[in-house]
């Protein structure tokens, strides 16, 4: 079983349509939980980071974490052509400085 | 701020030479700096860690003397693959953080070894 799954669709959406992104982790020592979008052939860009659970807003889109269920949401309102990207769930633990694990990431596609 | 710069961004090498592939921190001081490859359609798997001045930590599977990583500087890091061949080709991109949970990432190197 790995680490974090991360359905890798993809996910086709019409644009303005609400997207739900989502990953499981069976790591309980995950404390920082990521999203980051990465545009074909580029780097990825950190999108949202909370520490444990609970929820983060941050314009269009809002990061949830529930950590009893080991399970982690993204969500895009009002999708845009432009969001069309592979969003990557990463996560990593609290002791020291651990390296991110990463999901498989979703590809998004939001049609116009 | 927080920019990360990757170079080149790709390269075309024969089987059996060797190729060095620049990461560098444009605005900040990277005290770790973190290689990954990603295939198509893949997640990033971490090749190693590095921190400045010191040996970098490798992952398990990967080849520390195929793919050399020197951390000179709190703003430069290079990976050398070292007689590349065909199934080295793949993306590279490197990632730098100061210490915190950040890490900010590099726009990736394409290799393609033929």
């Known amino acids: 079983q790995k680490e974090v799954e991360q359905d890798p669709g993809p996910l086709s959406v019409p644009e303005g349509a609400i997207v739900s992104l989502n990953c499981t982790y069976s790591?309980?020592?995950?404390?920082?939980f990521m999203w980051y979008r990465q545009y074909s052939r580029k780097g990825p860009e950190l999108l949202m980071y909370?520490?444990?659970?609970g929820n983060k807003e941050d314009g269009r889109f809002t990061a949830q974490v529930d950590k009893s269920s080991k399970y982690i949401s993204l969500f895009i309102r009002d999708s845009q052509p432009s969001d069309s990207a592979t969003y990557l769930c990463?996560?990593?633990?609290?002791?020291?400085?651990?390296?991110?694990?990463f999901g498989t990431g979703t590809r998004l596609l939001v049609s116009p | 701020g927080a920019v990360v710069s990757q170079h080149p961004s790709r390269v075309i090498c024969k089987s059996g030479t060797s190729v060095k592939i620049e990461c560098r921190s444009l605005?900040?001081?990277?005290?770790?700096m973190f290689w990954y490859r990603q295939f198509p359609k893949q997640s990033l798997m971490l090749m190693a860690t590095?921190?400045?001045?010191?040996?970098?930590?490798?992952e398990q599977g990967v080849e520390k003397d195929k793919f050399l990583i020197n951390h000179a500087s709190l703003t430069l890091s290079t990976l050398t693959v070292t007689s590349a061949h065909p199934e080295d080709s793949s993306f590279y991109i490197c990632?730098?953080?100061?210490?915190?949970?950040?890490?900010?990432f590099g726009p990736g190197t394409r290799l393609t070894v033929t």
């Open positions: 990632s730098a953080s100061t210490g915190s949970y950040e890490q900010y």
């Open positions: 790591n309980s020592a995950f404390q920082y």
């Open positions: 909370t520490y444990s659970s």
């Open positions: 990463a996560m990593r633990g609290w002791a020291g400085f651990q390296k991110l694990v």
């Open positions: 605005d900040f001081q990277a005290t770790t």
């Open positions: 590095s921190n400045e001045g010191s040996k970098a930590t490798y």
